[in-house]
């Protein structure tokens, strides 16, 4: 409505230049799915300057930055055409066994890969995320097929569009997206029912709300995040 691109839309174009490049490092989504496992997106931090309007480009450069037995830090940088900063973001990634659902260590032809370029040891620590502890709006949605990824269960972008849809239209219509901050925390299914619910507080910095997304069935907390909002 804001004639600027969508925070989940943009994520997806993260997540496609991460796929693109994986595939170039021989470590590509295709290839671990053939070997029983999969990448697996546990936090997302993205700042933003400004936000690319209908019809401009957007250069998204991507690197792995660091590497340990278990996590793997990816960043991205945003530009305009000009070249000019507008964003960054950095991801944490894990890799899971497919079958048992759970996280593993890189398997050997994965850590081989990633030896053969230089990355750090140390991947960034990001902060765990609090929980509101009360909601002051709350949405239901069900997944979708068009929610779901190569291995079954649903895309991290569908948790950032549930999130901010919960966004009162006030905020959404006044103001622009400067952070977000996402922690992933269990996966969800096709058909399920989620429910993402968000608390507002005024900062210094802007309006920072708290979101937190749940499974209807069980209750299960399925991702929490913060994002900024400063005035247009």
Not at 140 to 148: G, I, K, S, Y
Not at 150 to 177: Q, R
Not at 199 to 222: W, Y
Request: net charge negative; with cysteine.
């Amino acid at each position: 409505p804001q004639g600027r691109l969508q925070p989940a839309i943009l994520c997806r174009l993260l997540q496609e230049a991460a796929v693109a490049h994986a595939n170039n490092l021989e470590v590509g989504v295709q290839l671990l799915i053939n070997h029983g496992v999969a990448w697996v997106l546990t936090r997302l931090r993205l700042d933003m300057d400004s936000w690319p309007g209908a019809g401009e480009e957007l250069v998204v450069t991507t690197w792995p930055e660091a590497a340990s037995k278990l996590f793997t830090e990816r960043r991205f940088r945003l530009t305009d055409a000009t070249g000019r900063s507008i964003g960054a973001a950095t991801t944490l990634w894990l890799m899971i066994d497919l079958e048992q659902r759970r996280a593993i260590r890189f398997p050997a032809y994965v850590a081989d890969r990633l030896r053969r370029h230089d990355l750090g040891s140390r991947p960034a620590r990001l902060p765990e995320l609090a929980a509101p502890e009360t909601m002051d709006r709350q949405l239901a949605f069900t997944v979708r097929r068009t929610d779901l990824d190569l291995a079954g269960h649903v895309n991290k972008t569908s948790y950032i569009e549930w999130a901010v849809e919960a966004v009162p239209d006030e905020i959404w219509d006044g103001c622009d997206l400067a952070r977000l901050d996402v922690q992933f925390i269990s996966e969800c299914h096709l058909g399920q029912t989620i429910l993402s619910g968000c608390r507002q507080k005024e900062t210094d910095d802007g309006v920072e709300v708290s979101h937190q997304i749940l499974r209807e069935d069980d209750g299960a907390e399925t991702a929490r995040a913060v994002t900024l909002w400063r005035n247009r």
